[in-house]
């Protein structure tokens, strides 16, 4: 997949460091999936969550971040929208971000 915006993720774990290594595996399975489907990814990280609009919720670090992106499966594009805690991802509205 061709992720957008791998900046995001750099400068959230450059702020919080024990988010960074299941951020770059996050990366490093996503960039070498070929997901064509929500199943696909489902078999990649069993815990995200298809939030509508075309947008999904990865747990980050056994849930304490949340990273949202949105998957153009014919493109083949992830763009990342949202990463953040736990509490900071309760206070926006998934689908719209």
Same mark, same amino acid.
């Given at each position: 997949?061709?992720?957008?915006?791998?900046? $995001?993720?750099?400068?959230?774990?450059?702020?919080?460091?024990?988010? &960074?290594?299941?951020?770059? *595996?996050?990366?490093? &399975?996503?960039?070498? /999936?070929?997901?064509?489907?929500?199943? @696909?990814? &489902?078999?990649?990280?069993?815990? =995200? @969550?298809?939030?509508?609009?075309?947008?999904?919720?990865?747990?980050?670090?056994?849930?304490?971040?949340?990273?949202?992106? =949105?998957? $153009?499966?014919?493109?083949?594009?992830?763009?990342?929208?949202?990463?953040?805690?736990?509490? *900071?991802? @309760? &206070?926006?509205? /998934?689908?719209?971000?």
């Amino acid at each position: 997949m061709r992720i957008i915006s791998r900046t $995001k993720i750099i400068e959230y774990y450059t702020e919080h460091a024990d988010a &960074k290594v299941a951020l770059e *595996e996050w990366f490093t &399975k996503t960039k070498s /999936a070929q997901w064509t489907c929500f199943d @696909d990814i &489902k078999r990649t990280f069993n815990s =995200v @969550d298809a939030v509508g609009n075309q947008h999904y919720v990865f747990n980050i670090r056994v849930n304490n971040y949340r990273l949202i992106v =949105v998957i $153009k499966f014919t493109i083949s594009t992830v763009l990342i929208r949202f990463v953040g805690t736990h509490a *900071e991802y @309760d &206070k926006i509205n /998934a689908s719209t971000i």
